[in-house]
């Protein structure tokens, strides 16, 4: 087998709610001056910048067709620096900052870690399908898999500066799983629960994951063989398992600044 191939095409539905997901949650940065909440108010909004929403839908259905005004392609990593007695900072959405330069120093800034980890995965995904490597593969798993715990720590990071009275700890002394995290400091943190249960991203999730723990992070055989097809079936369950999940964790936190590789990278055509 040369390569693994991405469909040119994905359904009329998905595309929709791509298109709608990325208008009601991503970092389009409009959200500013006009926020959307409902599908018909990111309609309304494409209909009056001139497009045919119908139109429109049929035109991205193609993989490699941009979304006009709604899909961001920013990275997370910045190049640049301070002025002299200035700074050049990253501020959670409080004002809180998070990092950055001071007085004239310079150099490479991430903008933020769960989006890094997932640009990561996302190249190493698209390497795989050209090389059919199972190291490829992995890499995208591994950094599919930590991109998802570094948002959970980000917003765990968040709830401790903001509330030292109700900390959240993980540590030696008193380790906390990440379903447990999941299942007992999102509600916390978010107000609501989070249902693993009917959530079919987290049982990709979950597949994927032990793939990563068992044959990458804690490689338990000396050697192991994959077949193409069960490859292809895991670079599948990467449009739910990593992409999916972590948009739905977003939405669950009501972000309305959602790289939009991810929302993309969610509703991505079949692999074969």
Not at 203 to 212: E, G, P, Q, T
Not at 256 to 272: N, S
Request: aromatic residues 10%; negative net charge; proline residues 3%.
């Amino acid at each position: 087998m040369g390569r693994f191939v991405v469909d040119e095409k994905r359904g009329r539905r998905e595309t929709r709610d791509m298109i709608l997901a990325m208008g009601k949650y991503g970092n389009h940065n409009k959200h500013f001056e006009r926020p959307f909440d409902t599908d018909d108010e990111v309609v309304a909004y494409l209909r009056e910048e001139g497009f045919d929403f119908d139109r429109l839908v049929e035109a991205c259905r193609h993989s490699d067709e941009h979304v006009p005004r709604v899909e961001n392609l920013i990275t997370s990593e910045w190049t640049g620096g301070a002025p002299p007695g200035g700074y050049l900072v990253v501020k959670d959405e409080r004002g809180d900052v998070l990092s950055g330069f001071t007085d004239g120093g310079s150099g490479k800034m991430t903008t933020s870690t769960y989006w890094s980890r997932f640009e990561r995965a996302a190249s190493a995904f698209d390497r795989c399908l050209e090389t059919t490597s199972y190291e490829d593969l992995l890499s995208c798993l591994s950094s599919g898999v930590s991109s998802i715990e570094a948002y959970i720590s980000g917003k765990v990071e968040t709830h401790n500066r903001r509330h030292p009275e109700d900390e959240l700890v993980d540590s030696k002394q008193c380790k906390v799983s990440f379903d447990d995290k999941i299942k007992l400091w999102v509600p916390r943190m978010s107000g609501e629960q989070f249902d693993k249960g009917k959530n079919r991203n987290w049982s990709d999730f979950k597949v994927l994951r032990a793939v990563r723990d068992q044959e990458d992070a804690h490689p338990k055989t000396s050697a192991y063989a994959h077949s193409f097809d069960d490859m292809a079936k895991l670079l599948n369950r990467f449009r739910g398992g990593i992409a999916g999940l972590l948009l739905d964790l977003c939405i669950h936190f009501g972000e309305k600044q959602v790289p939009t590789t991810i929302i993309r990278r969610a509703f991505l055509p079949k692999v074969r």
